[in-house]
């Protein structure tokens, strides 16, 4: 399986989570629009569970520009997440 | 300058594009010159001594921006915030600051200059921008007209310069005659709803307000404040589509404040609906950060994830509107509204029916609104405690002879002192109250214009109705911000 893909998993497993939901599907093209539960209070709840998943640092105003998840996967991508 | 005066819409405006779409048609890129002269003296128009002010914003903000982008260290950004924050401490808060703080007893009757609050905060969120490089610093002549582009300049909408800055390198090669054309249409529907729809409601909340210690009954009470809040939403609105409509004609985009606030099914909701531009910076450049560094530094739990941060930002976003403690209280209301709602769904409490939703919404925004449109605190708690006090539900004396209400208390009240007066009251309020759930949000990139009759006859109405109600040039309320 990808390191993208990986990423992509364990993002869908933080977002089920958080949002108390197992039917959550993320792919690339999910936006913040699809879940309607996703508030400023859940960004936040989000960034601090993909911390401590990813052991990285993030900064909300990069999260905020993202379009879709897709991004968020690339930017985590890039930072060299171990997974 | 106000959008709705005429010497905005039959001189200033009309010769700005002109000379706009000469340069556009010509070999020179001079079209953010043009628009920053303009924009320039649109700002001093009225009051030019603050024109040395808002210059010296961009100027020192412009040699920030190169600086923090080169050297990339924090302290630049810090200092840069620190500039801006003392401007407007100075300009709009000392008095304020020195009666709260230093236990000054100053008139707290500061003339502030214009816009002082929409130019401060774009420059503080550019320079964080810059820091994130999420954006490189501007030409100087890019950045006046970033900051000083008229549409915006005095009451928003708060634009980013990520949103903005791209659109004005393709301002010269882009054609715009479909988004001339939609900017006519939504300039225009900004125009009716403030000096048809706002300016008309102004005698029926001043009425009201006027008699607050003057036996203003629970119903009266209800029913000034429900109204403030259509005039208020069709003043701020009004101006935003009008700000939007205006970039259009120039080509550009600028971003949405509204998007039919008064369908929130919650406080939540309402607030991804009422200056938004505000509720985004403030959501990004301090609840955010500020949630996220003391989750981080201190517990992962609701207090430093969200009441604390929920508290200073709403607080904070309050005072942005003016240096009163009724601004003070105005945030704090929402910002308590908004911790319950947060609560209430994070502890998966059952969902409430939208009628519900909608009307505890509606109350706590109502409250709020109190603060925001009475003269002081006292004037506030004394209407709220009309406001929250049934025992001095009358109806109104007339009613008697129709219906025998036993056990009703009636008495003669002001705002429906006869039968007509209180039917003409109703059908204003039904009328504005159907028009603010039904106007489409015209502004939303989402609206899409048909050249068709139909659309060609309402812009006719309009630009009519709007023509027949400038004489009274009734003050943007946003523009005291």
Do not use: C
């Given at each position: 399986m990808s390191q993208k893909k990986q990423i992509l998993i364990k993002l869908q497993n933080i977002f089920r989570i958080i949002f108390d939901d197992d039917s959550i599907k993320l792919n690339s093209n999910t936006t913040a629009e699809d879940i309607e539960e996703w508030d400023s209070l859940n960004q936040i709840r989000i960034i601090l569970a993909c911390e401590k998943e990813f052991l990285v640092k993030l900064n909300p105003r990069e999260i905020n520009d993202f379009v879709n998840i897709g991004e968020m996967v690339e930017h985590l991508f890039s930072k060299n997440v171990k997974v | 300058m106000l959008f709705n005066s005429e010497i905005f819409l039959y001189f200033f405006l009309p010769l700005c594009l002109v000379l706009f779409y000469i340069i556009k048609g010509s070999r020179y890129r001079l079209e953010t010159l043009i628009l920053s002269f303009f924009s320039l003296l649109f700002y001093a128009w009225d009051e030019p001594k603050w024109l040395i002010l808002l210059l010296i914003s961009i100027v020192s903000n412009y040699f920030f921006a190169h600086k923090i982008y080169k050297d990339n260290r924090r302290y630049i950004l810090?200092?840069?915030?620190?500039?801006?924050?003392?401007?407007?401490?100075?300009?709009?808060?000392?008095?304020?600051?020195?009666?709260?703080?230093?236990?000054?007893?100053?008139?707290?009757?500061?003339?502030?200059?214009?816009?002082i609050s929409f130019f401060t905060f774009q420059q503080i969120a550019?320079?964080?921008?810059?820091?994130?490089?999420?954006?490189?610093?501007?030409?100087?002549?890019?950045?006046?007209?970033?900051?000083?582009?008229?549409?915006?300049?005095?009451?928003?909408?708060?634009?980013?310069?990520?949103?903005?800055?791209?659109?004005?390198?393709?301002?010269?090669?882009?054609?715009?005659?479909?988004?001339?054309?939609?900017?006519?249409?939504v300039f225009f529907v900004g125009l009716f709803k403030k000096v048809f729809l706002a300016d008309n409601l102004v005698p029926y909340v001043n009425i009201g307000f006027n008699n607050i210690y003057n036996a203003l009954t629970f119903i009266e009470a209800w029913s000034t404040i429900s109204m403030f809040a259509l005039q208020l939403y069709f003043d701020f609105s009004g101006y935003s589509d009008m700000a939007v409509g205006l970039g259009l004609l120039f080509g550009l985009r600028l971003p949405i404040n509204f998007n039919l606030p008064?369908?929130?099914?919650?406080?939540?909701?309402f607030w991804k609906r009422w200056h938004i531009t505000l509720t985004k910076f403030f959501t990004f450049y301090l609840y955010s950060p500020l949630s996220l560094y003391m989750s981080r530094v201190f517990s992962n739990n609701l207090i430093f994830l969200l009441i604390i941060p929920f508290l200073v930002t709403f607080i904070l976003s309050g005072l942005w509107h003016g240096s009163d403690w009724k601004f003070v209280f105005f945030g704090l209301v929402n910002g308590v509204g908004l911790i319950v709602n947060h609560l209430w769904k994070f502890y998966k409490m059952p969902k409430l029916p939208y009628i519900l939703g909608w009307l505890l919404t509606m109350m706590t925004i109502l409250v709020s609104f109190v603060f925001f449109r009475a003269n002081n605190m006292e004037e506030a708690m004394h209407f709220l405690s009309i406001m929250f006090n049934p025992s001095i539900f009358f109806s109104p004396h007339w009613l008697e002879q129709y219906i025998d209400i036993k056990f009703l208390k009636s008495a003669y009240i002001p705002l429906f002192s006869s039968g007509v007066f209180t039917v003409?009251?109703?059908?204003?309020?039904?009328?504005?109250?159907?028009?603010?759930?039904?106007?489409?949000?015209?502004?939303s990139i989402n609206f899409k214009l048909k050249y068709n009759w139909y659309y060609a006859s309402l812009l006719a109405i309009l630009i009519l109705f709007s023509i027949i109600n400038l004489n009274k040039q009734v003050s943007f309320i946003y523009f005291q911000f």
């Open positions: - | 810090t200092i840069g915030i620190i500039f801006n924050i003392s401007l407007i401490a100075w300009f709009k808060y000392r008095y304020f600051i020195a009666n709260t703080f230093l236990g000054s007893n100053i008139e707290n009757n500061l003339f502030i200059p214009l816009a550019f320079l964080v921008d810059i820091y994130d490089k999420s954006i490189k610093p501007l030409k100087f002549l890019d950045h006046l007209f970033f900051v000083s582009f008229f549409p915006q300049l005095i009451a928003g909408p708060i634009v980013l310069a990520k949103d903005i800055v791209p659109q004005i390198n393709k301002m010269k090669d882009k054609q715009i005659i479909n988004s001339f054309i939609l900017g006519v249409f008064y369908k929130s099914k919650s406080i939540i909701d003409k009251y109703l059908v204003v309020f039904l009328f504005s109250f159907t028009l603010a759930l039904k106007i489409p949000n015209v502004a």
